[in-house]
């Protein structure tokens, strides 16, 4: 894909964000369930998808048959399930436990207990057992970092998930400098491997990677084409969907960096 392309949403606020993005990724469930038997959808760490889970279990637990949802996760710490910064343990605690979802439906990085290239492997060989061949997950949720990292693809761990792309990896153990931690992380080709990908991003501390990222500098003109130091800008820009275009999702604080007019 060389074009830059992307459906982009503000909404008002970080509630309105999740009620939107909790309500555009049910009418994609729905829409999924109708002619397959399970909606296997990615789910991201962090803070940002927070509140959309929350909602989702709040308000749309008679949505759609959660019973027939499979739950992955983009990446995950290299920490225990029960650990404070477990990207499971806050899924969990938020949405899958309050949705009372089977364990036999929850795939998570098995991070905690063994090495991070041990829990990378494993949750390899746990997806080309699920899957015959590349996953075609229907639904892939991410949040963006400061730096423009996505999942755990951060800027200056390149060398090592690039490397484990370049491999034919899926799943890739990486040493992150800057946070002196490891990370286990769904590779590019994975990621962009979801039917539809969905970024979200709110608050003011995302306006400056939001209006880099979608500034003028992007925005209708190729950006693996006409100017490749741009293509290793931002691990986001690897970013794509195997159909249509990513669905950013952002808040007016996230957004407020860009020259978007006011909706008429
Ligand atoms: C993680 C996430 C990561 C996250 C961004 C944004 O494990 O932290 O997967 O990619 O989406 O860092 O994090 P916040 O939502 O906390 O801003």
Redesign the pocket.
């Known amino acids: 894909m060389n074009r830059f392309e992307f459906d982009l949403l503000v909404a008002n606020g970080p509630s309105d964000e999740a009620e939107l993005a909790a309500s555009l990724l049910i009418a994609f469930a729905r829409g999924v369930l109708l002619r397959k038997e399970h909606f296997d959808l990615v789910l991201?760490?962090?803070?940002?998808?927070i509140p959309l889970y929350s909602r989702l279990a709040a308000q749309h637990k008679r949505a759609i048959e959660w019973n027939r949802v499979r739950f992955f996760w983009?990446?995950?710490?290299d920490v225990p399930p029960d650990h404070l910064d477990s990207?499971f343990r806050s899924a969990n605690k938020t949405l899958l436990r309050p949705l009372g979802i089977r364990s036999e439906n929850v795939f998570r990085i098995p991070a905690g207990g063994k090495s991070a290239v041990e829990a990378a492997a494993e949750y390899e060989a746990t997806l080309k057992n699920l899957f015959s061949g590349i996953p075609d997950f229907d639904y892939v949720l991410?949040?963006?970092?400061e730096d423009g990292?996505?999942?755990?693809l951060f800027p200056d761990a390149r060398e090592s998930w690039e490397s484990a792309e370049r491999e034919g990896r899926w799943v890739a153990a990486s040493w992150v400098p800057h946070l002196a931690a490891q990370?286990i992380t769904l590779l590019p080709s994975l990621l962009n491997h979801g039917l539809k990908v969905c970024i979200l991003a709110s608050g003011t501390r995302?306006s400056n990677i939001i209006r880099e990222f979608f500034g003028r500098e992007f925005l209708g003109r190729e950006v693996f084409g006409s100017d490749p130091a741009a293509e290793h800008r931002y691990p986001a820009q690897l970013i794509h969907s195997r159909y249509g275009k990513p669905l950013w999702l952002l808040d007016r604080e996230a957004a407020s960096g860009l020259e978007i007019s006011q909706a008429a």
């Open positions: 991201t760490g962090g803070s940002t998808p983009g990446d995950e710490r990207n991410l949040g963006i970092g990292h996505i999942a755990s990370r995302k």
